[in-house]
């Protein structure tokens, strides 16, 4: 089993655009396009797009 390195799964936040709150975190593998989801934003009380930010 010598040269494979799996590849472990980061911790990855989302961001609000519009207010900046960390509102969820995901688990997934690096690499890869960055995050661009709409979600649910709880301080303005409807679905804003949330960028992926690490830490």
């Not at 911790?11 to 995901?26: K, R």
């Amino acid at each position: 089993m010598a040269g494979k390195s799996k590849k472990k799964a980061e911790t990855i936040f989302l961001v609000c655009e519009e207010t900046g709150d960390y509102n969820y975190t995901m688990r997934r593998k690096p690499g890869g396009e960055k995050l661009k989801l709409k979600k649910y934003s709880p301080r303005l009380k409807r679905h804003t797009v949330h960028n992926e930010k690490k830490k």
